[in-house]
């Protein structure tokens, strides 16, 4: 796809990746033996010198569930005594599940602090926030709705009922179908905070459906769909859609000016345990960062020229 291609240039001309220093928010992730161990296919060893052994069960957000997916395989090919499960079902499930102690890791496209602030703040305080990419969310549309480009007011009155056929903005002469992610998604409540601006009831005849998969799958064969994705979903059975004219392209949303995209957060409950903290020192290896994360359409957090706190708001670095 287009936007691998052009990040992937951009890596070799820029060598912007000194993935070892990837920052998170709540604690410095730092390269240690282990993880370099992980990264030649070679056994990471424990404290006491003997090989990994152990399970971890991560659940949450299914943005980032391609990522911690293919990199939790090679991870498990290199060490053989540990086992990983990843499940998705959303920021929200991730985040409280962690929180209670369910799962060891939760993944989420959104800050605990903002996701988890009307549940149990007590609760989100006491998770650790391990940042391994960012995430970018474009508008799509199925291919024969017959438009490019969707401005910020456009799609509020799309995802608000106020347009409701797409010849009202150009398109072809035929009904709008909404394809949403349930409230406990990272992935709407992205696109709802940097591309609508607010949050949106679910309208009577929407479709929800629970993981971005089924989305893509749904917007691609219903007529007049249209819904929202990361950009490590996006194919050529979807229209991707311009956002007030600016493409979501990984060189956009690195400078800034694409502004519908978030951090991709690993949260544990308290520190991890040694088995947990390798498999997330392994994420934000070169093999990792430098591999799976361009391959699958993410960004490595570094890469970023802007940042974003917990309020939305951007700054340049």
Not at 37 to 48: G, H, I, M, V
Not at 258 to 282: I, S
Request: charged fraction near 20%; hydrophobic fraction near 40%; include cysteine.
């Amino acid at each position: 796809m287009q936007f691998r291609k052009s990040w992937i240039m951009a890596l070799a001309l820029t060598s912007v990746v000194a993935l070892s220093a990837c920052g998170n928010s709540n604690n410095a992730a730092t390269n240690n033996g282990g993880n370099n161990a992980a990264a030649t296919n070679t056994p990471t060893e424990n404290s006491s010198g003997a090989e990994l052994n152990g399970s971890i069960l991560a659940s949450g957000s299914t943005a980032l569930q391609p990522l911690v997916e293919q990199a939790a395989e090679s991870f498990m090919d290199a060490n053989s005594g540990v086992d990983i499960q990843v499940q998705g079902g959303g920021s929200g499930t991730g985040l409280t599940q962690v929180a209670e102690g369910q799962v060891d890791i939760g993944n989420s496209d959104v800050f605990a602090e903002d996701k988890l602030k009307d549940a149990d703040a007590e609760k989100a305080a006491a998770l650790v926030d391990h940042q391994v990419a960012v995430v970018a969310i474009a508008a799509v549309t199925n291919p024969n709705a017959g438009v490019d480009n969707l401005t910020q007011q456009q799609l509020v009155d799309i995802f608000t009922g106020k347009i409701t056929n797409w010849s009202e903005v150009g398109g072809a002469d035929q009904a709008i179908q909404i394809i949403n992610r349930p409230s406990s998604s990272g992935t709407r409540a992205t696109f709802e905070a940097f591309a609508l601006g607010t949050k949106t009831e679910d309208l009577q005849g929407s479709i929800q459906e629970d993981s971005s998969g089924t989305v893509k799958k749904m917007i691609g064969e219903t007529p007049g769909a249209i819904g929202y994705l990361a950009l490590s979903y996006l194919d050529d059975t979807v229209k991707t859609l311009n956002y007030d004219g600016v493409v979501p392209s990984v060189d956009n949303v690195v400078s800034g000016e694409y502004p519908v995209w978030a951090y991709e957060h690993m949260y544990t409950n308290g520190e991890p345990n040694e088995v947990v903290k390798a498999f997330l020192d392994y994420m934000l290896t070169d093999e990792v960062q430098n591999g799976d994360v361009v391959e699958l359409g993410y960004i490595p957090a570094n890469a970023m020229q802007v940042s974003r706190d917990v309020d939305g708001n951007v700054t340049k670095k």
